[in-house]
Every structure is written in C-alpha cells, then in structure tokens.
C-alpha cells in the first residue's frame, strides 16, 4: 500500500473493478484472444484458401461495427490493426459489448473459461454466463467498503480494512487467507472500541452491543457465526500447516459482509 494511502492522503481502491477496467484488465483479455484467435496458424494469413481473420471480421463488421463491408481492409494484418486500434481506444463498458458479441459468436468453452478467469483473477466485476455478461459484484458492495474504510475515529478499523483490501488485491500473489483475517479483526476492533474493552472477543463484544444497543438477536446471531466459521479447527485463523481452501470469492464476501456491518455499527451504536 502507497504511503499516501496509508495516511488517508489518497483514497484506497477496493481493487474491485465495477465502472471501470483498467489497463492490466484490457491487456489480458487482449491476451486470450491473440492466444485463441490473432496468432493462431492460417488466422491471419492462409496457405490456400481463405485466412479465418476473413470470416471473424465479416461478422465483426456486419453484426457488431455495422460498418459497409467495403470499409474492411484487404488484408489481415490490417483488418487486425483496425480492430486493435478499435479495442484499446473504446470504453471499457465497449470491451464487454465486443467481447460478448465473439464469445456469444463463437461459442467456444475454453474460450469463455478464460475470458472468466482473467476477469475473476483482475477482480472484475462481471462474469460471462450463459450468453451475456452479468454483474457479480453490485455498486452498494463497493460504497459499503469505501464508506467502512473513511476517515473517522476507528484508526484500528481502517488499518485492518486497509490491510484486507491489500490482500485481496494483490495482482502477483494475491492472499485470501489474510485478507479474510483482516476484515474479520476490522469487525472485533470496531466492537472493541464501541464496548471500551480492549479484551473482548468479538463474541463478547457482540454479546454487550447487544444488550447496551437495539442489535436484532437474528443479526448478532447471524455474524456470530460467520466469527465461529473463521475461528473453527478448520478455519481461516486456525494454525494449521495446511491452508484451508479460500478463494477470492470467499474473501470479497468476508470483506463485504463486514464493511456492511461496520456500518450498522456505526450507525446503530
């Protein structure tokens, strides 16, 4: 984390990326198609007969540009320089319409297993499913963590919020494991600080929240048990020399769930 970020100076990002695609995300989904289409033998140039650039960009331009088809160029390496210099100048919400128009065009598996990874792998916030792109993380999930992680009173919260983002958005080695750790201690320390007991489990916190504050006993309840899950013989915090499984599905619901709970306590306490 940049120290800029560390002192509130500039605003952490979730990592999750909903209204935008960034320039890493851009290139590897590039990158899946040069590897399924773009160099593929007899793509773009072919022996005999025609190259499959030909019968690609055909329906590109027919079904997707709706362009005149005598705007196409002649050949293929310039037909691929026309859509390159489409794909890296439009809008990101642009790269989903022409990634859905070829995956739905093409119905290729592997293809589509890809393109999912990359946008699973890059934390993306859509999913290709069935024939269309749909969201897998909505725009509340992402103001319920920007608005745990704002600047306020609860240092301690912030630190494991920030610390949980950083985790989860590691593009190298990304780690769930601790990023799951994180967004639960964020959720004991802001009990901790609400109760004025720097000793208190999470369960005990939760216990006088609710006695001292109107908590629902079906809410306490319900975080109760998502604190035993992390805190089991086979859970995230358990010193084990075999990691349990996690993915980065587990660790965007755990950093969700408790930035939304940080936030009722905040306003409920």
Not at 26 to 37: A, G, P
Not at 73 to 80: F, K, S
Request: glycine letters at 6%.
């Amino acid at each position: 984390m940049k120290f800029s970020e560390r002192i509130g100076k500039n605003k952490v990002k979730t990592g999750l990326q909903l209204n935008d695609i960034n320039v890493e995300l851009r290139n590897s989904l590039w990158n899946v198609l040069d590897v399924f289409f773009w160099s593929e033998d007899e793509f773009l140039y072919a022996s005999y007969g025609k190259a499959g650039i030909e019968d690609f960009s055909s329906k590109l331009w027919h079904f997707y540009f709706k362009l005149p088809m005598d705007t196409r160029p002649n050949h293929g390496g310039e037909i691929l320089g026309e859509i390159r210099k489409y794909y890296f100048s439009c809008e990101w919400y642009e790269i989903y319409d022409f990634l859905e128009h070829i995956l739905k065009s093409e119905k290729n598996g592997r293809l589509i297993q890809q393109v999912n990874r990359i946008l699973e792998s890059e934390l993306a916030g859509y999913r290709f499913i069935d024939s269309a792109f749909v969201p897998v993380t909505e725009e509340q999930e992402i103001e319920a963590i920007e608005s745990a992680i704002a600047e306020g009173p609860y240092a301690g919260v912030r630190s494991h919020l920030q610390s949980a983002i950083e985790h989860l958005s590691r593009k190298e080695n990304p780690d769930y494991r601790n990023s799951i750790k994180e967004s639960i201690s964020a959720v004991e320390s802001m009990a901790k600080e609400l109760t004025g007991n720097p000793k208190a489990t999470l369960g005990d916190a939760l216990n006088q929240l609710s006695r001292n504050s109107n908590i629902h006993q079906a809410l306490k309840a319900g975080f109760s048990s998502i604190y035993g899950y992390t805190s089991d013989e086979g859970g995230i915090r358990h010193a084990m020399l075999e990691e349990p499984s996690v993915s980065v599905s587990d660790a965007k619901f755990f950093l969700v769930s408790c930035s939304s709970f940080i936030n009722y306590l905040k306003e409920k306490v």
